[in-house]
């Protein structure tokens, strides 16, 4: 079992930066792919980045492309999300997700673990 928690949500303005981060613990993090997916009200869960285990390949979705990064430290069993430039329809609860495939990463059925979600509200 992985346990993931998120963090660093809350309510921004139009044009924030802010971090959020996901912990993990109960295995060996670099031996998982990381995710982060967001659900916006009356919306089903979308894909917004991925990083693979050694941190050296990303993918992300194009309604988020420049602007937010994901990366991670093994060391400290955590990856991050940077979002910059915040929208009004960034608003949603953000998900982390570990994996253990290496295909089809943009896909929910490819992720094995997932934290509770993190609240980001983007006022305008």
């Known amino acids: 079992q992985v346990q993931l928690v998120e963090s660093g949500g809350g309510l921004v303005q139009t044009g924030d930066s802010p971090r959020l981060s996901c912990a993990a613990s109960g295995r060996t993090f670099s031996n998982y792919g990381m995710g982060w997916f967001r659900q916006a009200p009356g919306k089903e869960r979308e894909f917004v980045a991925t990083?693979?285990?050694?941190?050296?390949?990303?993918y992300y979705a194009d309604s988020v492309k420049g602007r937010f990064t994901i990366s991670r430290d093994n060391a400290k069993s955590t990856v991050y999300l940077q979002m910059n430039s915040l929208k009004p329809e960034d608003t949603a609860v953000y998900y982390c997700a570990a994996r253990t495939k290496v295909t089809s990463v943009q896909s929910r059925n490819q992720y094995d673990y997932w934290g509770q979600g993190t609240q980001v509200t983007v006022s305008s």
């Open positions: 990083i693979s285990s050694s941190g050296i390949r990303t």
